[in-house]
Antibody, heavy 124, light 113 residues
């Protein structure tokens, strides 16, 4: 059974940093691209960042480029999101999501499994 | 403002049919990229509902169907049931100038009357 378990969320002041983790199990982690998707309170879904199975390719939404860094440790089956220079508008539930297809990410990327999410609140 | 446009809300009575539209542009749906749909029940994570425009993952009832034409896609739900009340999101790929992006619609809240 595929499981994704996020952790690391919490309350942080504007300008602060936070690192999210997503522990994966139930599939060959290194074979699949992974993404972070966020949802601000009462709002829709927003793709944040993606990483290839090897970790060699990374992609970012314009809203977080230069501030967030996605990475993975395939030996630990864990995905990370390092968030720096946090802003109030980064307040959201952050989900990690697995790509349905092996390889990638690519133009066929879609998300077949999601974690339960971790809440990040940026406020003074 | 989302790259893919969905109606904020739709509603229907039990047993009825409803459709949810997802309108994109020439850099995403119109470029031939697939559309996928997710269902998000209140307080839960999104769940994959339709992939590759019209394919249902195992376990998704055949009351749910998807289609795509030109720069738009649609999700149809027939035989509405109370448990279908949820938010629905479309998703595709966008080959914008700033690099590859995966984009979602703004979401549509389905109310079962």
């Amino acid at each position: 059974e595929v499981q994704l378990l996020e952790s690391g969320g919490g309350l942080v002041q504007p300008g602060g940093s936070l690192r999210l983790s997503c522990a994966a199990s139930g599939f060959t982690f290194s074979s699949y691209a992974m993404s972070w998707v966020r949802q601000a309170p009462g709002k829709g879904l927003e793709w944040v960042s993606a990483i290839s199975g090897s970790g060699g390719s990374t992609y970012y939404a314009d809203s977080v480029k230069g501030r967030f860094t996605i990475s993975r440790d395939n030996s630990k089956n864990t995905l990370y999101l390092q968030m720096n220079s946090l802003r109030a508008e980064d307040t959201a539930v952050y989900y990690c999501a697995k790509d349905l297809l092996g390889g990638g990410p690519g133009d066929s990327t879609l998300f077949d499994y999601w974690g339960q999410g971790t809440l990040v609140t940026v406020s003074s | 403002q989302s790259v893919l446009t969905q109606p904020p809300s739709v509603s229907g009575a039990p047993g009825q049919r409803v459709t949810i539209s997802c309108t994109g542009s020439s850099s995403n749906i119109g470029a031939g990229y697939d559309v996928h749909w997710y269902q998000q029940l209140p307080g839960t994570a999104p769940k994959l509902l339709i992939y590759g425009n019209s394919n249902r993952p195992s376990g998704v009832p055949d009351r749910f169907s998807g289609s795509k034409s030109g720069t738009s896609a649609s999700l149809a739900i027939t035989g509405l049931q109370a448990e279908d009340e949820a938010d629905y999101y479309c998703q595709s790929y966008d080959s914008s100038l700033s690099g590859p992006h995966w984009v979602f619609g703004g979401g549509t809240k389905l109310t079962v009357l």
